[in-house]
Each structure stands twice: as structure tokens, then as C-alpha cells.
């Protein structure tokens, strides 16, 4: 059974810091992009970040550039986002997805294969 766990997540203050992780077990995905996505209560669940298959390229949306990192082990089949310089805003459930069909960074949402579970960050003002 495929299984994405991301862990990590808690309540933080503006400005503090948090390194999610997610561990894939089931099989691996070091060929398939990996990806971060977020959904804030009452919003409609949004990308953050995307890797490649080898972490030699990512992709980020506007709002988290500069203050967060997606990287990843393959060895590990792990990936995680280094969440820096926090904002009230970055509060939401953050879901890490892989993809099976697509292995850069620019895949389509609905090429995401496998969903994790979510863990909640809370950013207090």
C-alpha cells in the first residue's frame, strides 16, 4: 500500500520557522515529481512548491518565494519544505503529493497521483 505521511507541522509564531517532512513507503518515487500544496480554512487548496525527480529544479508560487525551500532524499524517498519567516497567511493543512507521470516541476495538479494525509501549521500573529 502507497503511503505519503507528512509530519512536522504545529502551532508557531510570526516570524519562527518549521521543516515538514514527508516519507513515501509503498514504493518509491525517486523518478516522480513531488509536490507541496496548502488549503487555508474556507479556501480552495493551493500549490506551494514543486521538485523534480532529481531536485535539480523546483518551482514555488509567489507568495512563499524567498522564505521557503522544497527539497529531497530519494534515498530517504523523502521530501520536505523548509518553511521560513512564517506569516499569520501561511496558516492551513499542507498535503505533499508525487506524481507518477510527470517527473519535473511543472506538473499539472491533476497529475498528482498520490496525496498525503495533511498536517496542520498554524502561524500566530
Known amino acids: 500500500q502507497v503511503q505519503l505521511v507528512e509530519s512536522g507541522g504545529g502551532l508557531v509564531q510570526a516570524g519562527d520557522s518549521l521543516r515538514l517532512s514527508c516519507a513515501a513507503s509503498?514504493?518509491?518515487?525517486?523518478?516522480?515529481?513531488m509536490a507541496w500544496f496548502r488549503q487555508a480554512p474556507g479556501k480552495e487548496r493551493e500549490f506551494v512548491a514543486a521538485?523534480?525527480?532529481?531536485?535539480?529544479?523546483?518551482y514555488y508560487t509567489d507568495s512563499v518565494k524567498g522564505r521557503f525551500t522544497i527539497y529531497r532524499d530519494n534515498a530517504k524517498n523523502t521530501v520536505y519544505l523548509q518553511m521560513n519567516s512564517l506569516k499569520h497567511e501561511d496558516t492551513a493543512v499542507y498535503y505533499c503529493?508525487?506524481?507518477?507521470?510527470?517527473?519535473?516541476?511543472?506538473?499539472?495538479?491533476?497529475?498528482?497521483?498520490?496525496w498525503g494525509q495533511g498536517t496542520q501549521v498554524t502561524v500566530s500573529s
Open positions: 503529493a508525487a506524481s507518477l507521470r510527470c517527473s519535473g516541476y511543472e506538473c499539472h495538479t491533476s497529475e498528482y497521483d498520490y
Open positions: 509503498g514504493r518509491t518515487f525517486s523518478t516522480s515529481a
Open positions: 521538485i523534480s525527480w532529481s531536485g535539480s529544479n523546483t
